[in-house]
Nanobody, 126 residues
Framework: QVTLVESGGGSVQPGDSLRLSCGVS????????MGWFRRAPGKERQFVAS????????NHDYSVAGRFTISRDYAKNTMYLQMNSLKPEDTAVYYC???????????????????WGLGTQVTVSS
């Protein structure tokens, strides 16, 4: 059974930082990609960042570029999202996702991903 488990969410103030983790068990995505998506209250699920597991090629949404950085640890089979300079509009449930087979540039579309975690809440408010 494949499971993805997010952790690291919480309540912070604007300008603070958080690091989300996504631990994977049951398989690796060595031929694929992993990504972070988020859903804010009352909004559609939104792409945040993705990474090709093998090459390390990354994509970041323009709304987080320069503030958020996606990374992965091969040995730990874990993906991360370092979030700096957090803003209230970053408040959302953050989901990690895994894609079994990926192109060189990892997908930004949720329908391309095969496995999903249950999410972790991030709240940014003063």
């Amino acid at each position: 059974q494949v499971t993805l488990v997010e952790s690291g969410g919480g309540s912070v103030q604007p300008g603070d930082s958080l690091r989300l983790s996504c631990g994977v068990s049951g398989r690796t995505f060595s031929d694929g990609a992993m990504g972070w998506f988020r859903r804010a209250p009352g909004k559609e699920r939104q792409f945040v960042a993705s990474i090709n597991w093998n090459t390390g090629t990354m994509n970041h949404d323009y709304s987080v570029a320069g503030r958020f950085t996606i990374s992965r640890d091969y040995a730990k089979n874990t993906m991360y999202l370092q979030m700096n300079s957090l803003k209230p509009e970053d408040t959302a449930v953050y989901y990690c996702a895994g894609q079994v087979r990926a192109n060189y540039s990892p997908s930004i579309y949720s329908h391309d991903y095969d496995y999903w975690g249950l999410g972790t809440q991030v709240t940014v408010s003063s």
